[in-house]
DNA sequence: GAGAATGAAAT
DNA sequence: ATTTCATTCTC
């Protein structure tokens, strides 16, 4: 795609000015687009010289500030990005949600929508996003702290042209001294793992650096700038935000593209990654059943020099794979990636890549024996970031992908190294972790759990934790719910560290008893913990099933801790199936610890037995089948848009800024998701308390202003094509968006806001529509203040009109503005709005905690948790709500039933 | 490339 | 107060 833009790029650079340069403020290097288009399009070898270029093109727009930060390099360059607002990250975060439920919309419908959302958004929720906005722009500035945001006036003349590729999203962008280091160029020079190396550290790390620097700031330790200081690096870095910690990653990436690759990759991050990697790929070598499986195991064995009874296995098969790995090494790069269409291939490459980099950097490698007891600190970020990489590399299946899987091996490779020594130190935990990494091809899982096989296995999985069976013990180490929680609370960051800790403790555990073919299985967890950083689920299963490659892996973070019992549990059952594909167990096992992870477990639990209770299994198998199989599809697109997610991981994935991206991401991703309905709803009833005020505040300013007239103009064309979208969402809100949200983005949504889960998912819309309604209770308590004051306060008044306009329950559309208007409208909702409110599912759990606030005499207040008798309440009212569809009003309007019915009618509206 | 949204920063 | 630009991606 963006091979024109790379053109453009160059025509631009050349030419000069263009139209518009983008101001200097995008930060996006020229050199990393080219790099990137080129890798893509072209080979290695041009990425060379047109990084000369580029640079130089860079070093005349660096005048600018800059943000020298980093090492200048290429001062330009270094301008990143600015940060995400709250809203952009929300928008980024849900636009795929919109775009699934409305997918005739283009953008820009989407965006009003997400719009719309994030003005009903619960303050709480929007909090969150603030503070991840924040955290991420602190860090932002830390790490440059020259930036500015954009310098108004100045244009500068020719960064623009350059910058045209930006668009790809890099979060981040690289501090430049990692460039300077241009490992690339090495790698360029022989295989293409090389050049991925370089290629990846440089440009992809700088956004990391970045980070880094910010970190470094943050915490005022010179040791992630020394780098060489690193071990300290991460026990503060636990301190500092999650971000400054994928900022310690991200800098370790690039020091190790730069100069010494194999001592950052020592550090933890990488480490870890490069260990995720390696079992990852492995596991995906014993699915083949290929010799690819004899090779990873050896890398693994290699990682797992801690020497348990898993290593020592590994190490006759790593002999033999030692074997394939030194042929390789020299061309098989390069070959596997022409063929990158294959996973395999890239697997091997990844694989060849690793042991290529032990193999020359042997010393480095003892050097960062140091940094290994850094990885005990982070072994978790690594892990995650690792795991993301590998996801995104896969999906992209282009040669792109092979950039961000060579910075991943490298760091790997050192990391393999280091531990042998370090062992004592913390290698333990690492050692575990390996022996998990093996998991069990997910694709197996899926085959099999297919349906009804899942849905057992994640009751099991989920009972067994109630009971507190093998999942007390992980549960109790894990950390996953805690980290939920306090990610649903909060910001998604700290909780991260946390939960890394624990993993690492329990993956050693677990990791040594299991057999080798538990290794594999073991993999899987991690995949999980990944995904539950993220939020998918289910992602195990589904992954499993289909298109496993690209998929699974999203789904499947690791998450170590979890699946040792799992496995073991697995290996005996099923070695057998171990060795064609992951067990269930091993499925299960990934499944529990996604759960956990995403909170979901609590969630589930009461769940199934509300399911045991109240109606039979059927719900809960549905319901569990739909999560593993739909979810996972969500957890592919890793919270957001499944597809587009792997677009964007596929893009990511060759500049290498993938890593960045995953980094981010994974904060990013802990950012609560809501389900569509939830908004939905919340529209309905909440835009008109903004109305109220946000009409009032934006009328008076648009009366009191001179340009009201245009305004007048924006608002009449505005209204027109708000309308015409509201055409096209009426369905959605009602029965179709109901349906498709069912199982997938229900769970999704469910997951995050970790308490709040409904129950009978499986009829997913219905049930939701239940819980709602039996929530009503709660309601906007902030809306009906809420101004949007914030913004230019023209965008504002739009928005406020064009909110106001609403569609009655007739069908036809009112402007919103007329605050009389609302009062019919209210009354109406006035029962519904509460309610709609009170389902978002976010916003249930945090209401269940809260009360209802709201109370609406009809609807009972419910408690924040479904007792049975409020599941019994949902259903009737449930029953009663489709009455009322299929047929409106045809019962007696109770009051109470007259709720729904608007209900349904702020769905139409919308 | 425009545009749709919001928000933060800079002017 | 106003202008930029951040993200996303169709048209």
Same mark, same amino acid.
């Given at each position: ?254 020091? @190790? ?46 990682? @797992? ?92 299946? %282009? ?67 109630? %009971? ?21 609370? %909060? ?331 609302? %009062? ?87």
């Amino acid at each position: 795609m963006k091979g024109s833009n790379r053109n453009k790029d160059h025509s631009a650079e050349g030419e000069g000015a263009g139209k518009r340069p983008k101001r200097k403020c995008l930060q996006w290097h020229p050199l990393l687009s080219k790099k990137l288009l080129d890798f893509s399009e072209e080979e290695e070898e041009d990425e060379e010289e047109e990084d000369i270029d580029k640079v130089q093109l860079l070093e005349a727009d660096g005048l600018e500030q800059d943000v020298g930060e980093t090492e200048d390099d290429e001062s330009p360059e270094q301008r990143a990005r600015r940060p995400m607002n709250a809203f952009l990250l929300f928008c980024k975060r849900h636009r795929s949600l919109v775009r699934q439920e409305h997918p005739r919309l283009d953008n820009r419908g989407a965006t009003k929508i997400l719009a719309d959302w994030w003005a009903v958004l619960d303050p709480k929720e929007k909090q969150k996003y603030t503070d991840m906005a924040k955290e991420y722009k602190d860090a932002f500035m830390k790490a440059n702290p020259g930036y500015r945001w954009c310098p108004t006036t100045n244009k500068p003349v020719k960064s623009p042209t350059p910058t045209v590729n930006p668009r790809k999203k890099l979060w981040a962008f690289p501090s430049d001294s990692s460039r300077d280091l241009t490992t690339p160029k090495k790698a360029k020079t022989e295989e293409i793992p090389q050049l991925n190396f370089g290629m990846a550290d440089p440009t992809q790390m700088g956004g990391l650096s970045m980070l880094l620097l910010a970190g470094e700031h943050a915490l005022g330790t010179p040791e992630i700038s020394s780098r060489t200081s690193q071990p300290d690096g991460p026990s503060k870095q636990c301190q500092a935000s999650a971000l400054f910690q994928f900022a310690e990653i991200s800098s370790s990436t690039s020091q @190790m593209g730069g100069a010494e690759p194999v001592k950052r990759c020592g550090n933890s991050a990488l480490f870890q990654l490069a260990e995720m990697c390696l079992a990852s790929e492995g596991m995906k070598m014993e699915e083949t059943k290929l010799i690819k499986s004899k090779e990873s195991d050896g890398g693994r064995i290699k990682e @797992m020099e801690k020497g348990k009874e898993e290593r020592d296995i590994k190490m006759e098969k790593s002999n033999e794979a030692g074997f394939q790995k030194e042929a390789e090494f020299e061309k098989p790069s390069k070959e596997n990636i022409r063929d990158p269409k294959d996973l395999r291939n890239f697997e091997e490459l990844q694989m060849d890549n690793v042991m290529a980099i032990k193999m020359e950097d042997p010393k480095e490698i003892r050097k960062e024996s140091e940094d290994d007891q850094k990885y005990g600190h982070f072994p978790d970020f690594s892990y995650s970031a690792s795991s993301k990489i590998i996801i995104s590399d896969v999906p992209s299946r %282009k040669d792109h992908m092979c950039h961000p899987h060579g910075i991943m091996f490298i760091e790997d490779p050192t990391t393999l190294n280091k531990p042998e020594k370090i062992k004592k130190k913390k290698k333990k935990s690492k050692l575990d972790r390996h022996g998990n990494d093996k998991p069990t091809p997910k694709k197996a899982c899926k085959k099999r759990q297919s349906s009804e096989s899942d849905i057992e296995s994640v009751m099991y999985t989920i009972e067994a934790v109630a %009971k507190g069976d093998w999942g007390v013990d992980k549960l109790g180490e894990a950390p996953r719910k805690k980290v939920r929680t306090s990610s649903s609370g %909060k910001g998604g960051i700290l909780d991260v560290k946390p939960p890394k800790k624990k993993v690492k403790s329990k993956e050693k555990k677990v990791s040594k008893e299991k057999c080798s073919d538990i290794t594999k299985e073991s993999r899987p967890p991690d995949f999980l913990n990944i995904s539950a950083s993220k939020n998918t689920p289910g992602e195990v299963p589904e992954g499993m099933k289909a298109e496993p490659l690209t998929p699974t892996e999203d789904a499947l973070p690791p998450s170590l801790p979890i699946q040792t019992k799992p496995e073991e549990s697995d290996c005996h059952r099923k070695t057998e199936t171990c060795g064609s594909r992951k067990s269930e167990r091993s499925c299960k096992g990934a499944l529990y610890k996604t759960l956990v992870s995403e909170g979901m477990l609590t969630s589930l639990r009461a769940n199934v037995d509300r399911g045991k209770r109240s109606s039979g299994k059927g719900n809960s198998s549905d319901h569990e089948g739909c999560w593993s199989e739909e979810s996972w599809a969500f957890n592919q697109s890793g919270t957001s848009g499944s597809k587009k997610f792997k677009k964007k991981l596929r893009e990511d994935s060759f500049l290498g800024s993938a890593k960045l991206d995953e980094e981010f991401e994974k904060k990013f991703n802990s950012l609560p998701q809501y389900s569509p309905l939830t908004f939905d709803r919340k529209c309905v009833s909440i835009p008109r308390k903004k109305k109220k005020t946000g009409n009032m505040s934006s009328e008076s300013t648009k009366t009191s202003k001179g340009p009201f007239q245009s305004q007048k103009k924006n608002l009449f064309h505005k209204i027109v094509s708000k309308y015409k979208h509201k055409k096209e969402k009426p369905n959605v809100p009602e029965k179709g968006s109901g349906d498709k949200w069912s199982h997938k983005q229900f769970f999704l949504d469910s997951i995050h806001p970790t308490e709040a889960i409904f129950p009978e998912d499986k009829n997913t819309m219905e049930p939701a529509y239940k819980v709602k309604n039996a929530l009503s209770i709660h309601n906007t308590p902030e809306p009906a203040m809420q101004e949007p004051l914030v913004g230019s306060q023209k965008r504002k008044a739009r928005k406020t009109k064009i909110t106001h306009l609403v569609r009655t329950a007739d069908g036809r559309v009112s402007p919103a503005g007329g605050t009389l208007d609302d %009062k019919p409208k209210e009354q109406l909702q006035r029962s519904l709005p509460k309610v709609t409110e009170a389902y978002c599912s976010d916003d249930c759990s945090h209401n269940t905690v809260e009360e209802p606030r709201s109370n609406t005499p009809e609807m009972p207040a419910v408690s924040a948790f479904f007792s049975l008798a409020a599941l019994a309440e949902v259903a009737a009212m449930e029953n009663v709500h489709r009455g009322q569809r299929s047929t409106p009003l045809t019962h007696d309007g109770q009051p109470k039933e007259m709720p729904q019915a608007p209900v349904l009618i702020s769905c139409a509206d919308q």
